[in-house]
């Protein structure tokens, strides 16, 4: 090791050789490298992080070089990943660097975040956002998380025990937004130095949480508005209800692309447990049985309420309240029923039905 090259934070109060060998034995996975990864990964290169993994699949485009520091007109056209990891390589040639140019899914992102210690949510869409949260829950993983929205961000660090409790994204945000509610960077806008911002929080925060040293955003959000320079540290716990997959299995059936765009279902059709809990998670949700008493199997793991689908028409007034509905039956037959009548009684509201029956949900 070079240490003349770490030598103006060596010297730093608490931090010193040990925190330096640390460095240079980590290992992150730093996924996107965009406006938040570029300078993610720049500050992770310059202070050592032995080996830094770059996941990206994107092409660079002029559009992006007004944020996305690492890149320049010469890197038009070609993969992030390659051209980040050339990038690096000239900042610092003593560490170790891996690009990862292919898309990231259900079946690769296990195996690849199982590699590294700590893991950097660099990503711009919820898909990918949820995605990765579960896989690092999974897995154990601490993922640092990191948003930026036109001129706010946010910042916070996921899967690290404090005070008995060990906090993920889904404990911030249990149900994903729908696709048209928040844009990503390239529909609404982003200023260029909120991205350096917040990603160099973010590297901050990988800093700390490799070296022990600092207060970290554990079960803290971070916010930032560039504008007026507002900023919050919001706390929050751990929800009572376990929200995402609970197992290997559960992951690598979940769709993250119907679970984030909800609305666009061509028929209200909910398909397994996960979709239902994120549907349950909203407020004046409701789950109806809309079987006769004595039918089989029970409901044992939801709150729900009973009415059957023969006394639906004197009964509708019970749903007055709520502004989300969803009914199950044993088939899937009588709920469908339920939904359209309920549909055409109540258009405003956001209805759902089991399609395949009680059974997918318990």
Same mark, same amino acid.
């Given at each position: 090791m070079n240490t003349h090259r770490?030598?103006? %934070?060596? =010297? +730093?109060? $608490?931090?010193?050789?040990?925190?330096q060998q640390k460095l240079i034995k980590s290992k992150v996975l730093v996924i996107g490298a965009g406006g938040l990864g570029c300078p993610v990964l720049q500050f992770l290169a310059t202070v050592g992080v032995g080996h830094i993994g770059i996941a990206d699949d994107d092409k660079v485009d002029i559009s992006n070089l007004h944020r996305q520091i690492l890149y320049n007109e010469n890197s038009i056209g070609k993969i992030k990943a390659n051209e980040a990891k050339e990038k690096l390589h000239q900042i610092n040639s003593e560490i170790e660097i891996t690009a990862y140019s292919y898309k990231i899914t259900h079946d690769n992102i296990l195996p690849l975040i199982e590699q590294y210690d700590i893991i950097v949510d660099g990503t711009d869409n919820f898909q990918i956002r949820y995605l990765l949260n579960d896989a690092c829950k999974l897995l154990k993983k601490p993922l640092v998380h990191g948003a930026i929205y036109q001129y706010e961000g946010q910042v916070s660090v996921f899967n690290i025990e404090k005070n008995g409790q060990i906090t993920n994204y889904r404990d911030l945000f249990p149900v994903a937004p729908k696709s048209f509610e928040v844009p990503n960077c390239n529909q609404s806008g982003v200023l260029g130095t909120l991205s350096g911002l917040i990603g160099t929080v973010q590297a901050n925060e990988v800093i700390k949480l490799i070296t022990g040293i600092g207060d970290l955003l554990v079960h803290k959000l971070y916010l930032i508005n560039v504008l007026n320079y507002e900023t919050r540290i919001i706390k929050y716990n751990k929800l009572e209800i376990e929200m995402g997959p609970k197992n290997k299995e559960e992951f690598l059936t979940m769709n993250y692309d119907t679970f984030c765009n909800i609305s666009s279902f061509s028929k209200k059709e909910i398909a397994n447990k996960e979709e239902l809990r994120s549907l349950l998670a909203r407020?004046?949700?409701? +789950? =109806?049985?809309?079987?006769?008493? !004595? @039918?089989? *199997?029970?409901?044992? /793991?939801? $709150?729900?309420?009973? =009415? *059957?689908?023969?006394?639906?028409?004197?009964?509708? @007034? $019970? +749903?007055?309240?709520?502004? &989300?509905? =969803?009914?199950?039956? #044993?088939? !899937?037959?009588?709920?469908? #029923?339920?939904? /359209?009548?309920?549909?055409? @009684?109540? *258009? %405003? /509201?956001?209805?759902?039905?089991?399609? /395949?029956?009680?059974? &997918?949900?318990?």
């Open positions: 770490y030598n103006r %934070q060596i =010297i +730093l109060p $608490e931090f010193g050789e040990n925190s407020e004046n949700s409701i +789950l =109806i049985d809309v079987r006769n008493e !004595g @039918e089989i *199997p029970v409901i044992n /793991k939801y $709150e729900y309420i009973r =009415i *059957p689908l023969t006394e639906f028409s004197h009964r509708l @007034e $019970e +749903l007055e309240n709520y502004t &989300t509905i =969803i009914f199950v039956c #044993q088939s !899937g037959v009588r709920s469908e #029923q339920a939904f /359209k009548l309920v549909q055409q @009684e109540y *258009p %405003q /509201k956001d209805i759902f039905h089991i399609y /395949k029956g009680v059974k &997918t949900i318990l």
